[in-house]
């Protein structure tokens, strides 16, 4: 599985930014697609998930309420819609995907088969 991640750029403190991940497999319904960030120094850091099928998703504690995780199967896309951006969401993001859904480690980077390049996202205060 090949995964394009696109939409990063910078930004000011309350602005917004829409993220695509795109893929080339067939059926992408199927699978799970994660969003990971990291800055520098720093650990790569679970961001937003969503279920293959269901669609069900679910968000690391710091941006509940600000994300929006979401997925347009017939384009094979993936979008992370970030509002109210940060200086503290600064860093490169990251799509990732595997097949089947993994409901107790879904925020584990190392479960995911397949990762995108990273998309740079710097918010300025």
């Known amino acids: 599985v090949q995964l394009q991640a696109s939409g990063g750029g910078s930004v000011q403190a309350g602005d917004s930014l829409r993220l695509s991940c795109a893929a080339s497999?067939?059926?992408?319904?199927?699978?799970?697609v994660a969003w990971f960030c990291q800055a520098p120094g720093q650990e790569r850091e679970f961001v937003a998930v969503?279920?293959?099928?269901?669609?069900?998703?679910y968000y690391g504690d710091s941006v509940k309420g600000r994300f929006t995780v979401s997925r347009d199967n017939a384009k094979n896309t993936v979008y992370l819609q970030m509002n109210s951006l940060k200086p503290e969401d600064t860093a490169v993001y990251y799509c990732?995907?595997?097949?089947?859904?993994?409901?107790?480690?879904?925020?584990?980077?190392?479960?995911?088969?397949?990762w995108g390049q990273g998309t740079q996202v710097t918010v300025s205060s």
């Open positions: 990732a995907t595997r097949q089947n859904w993994q409901v107790t480690y879904y925020y584990v980077a190392t479960i995911y088969t397949s």
């Open positions: 497999v067939r059926s992408f319904r199927t699978y799970t």
């Open positions: 969503i279920r293959g099928n269901s669609g069900s998703a």
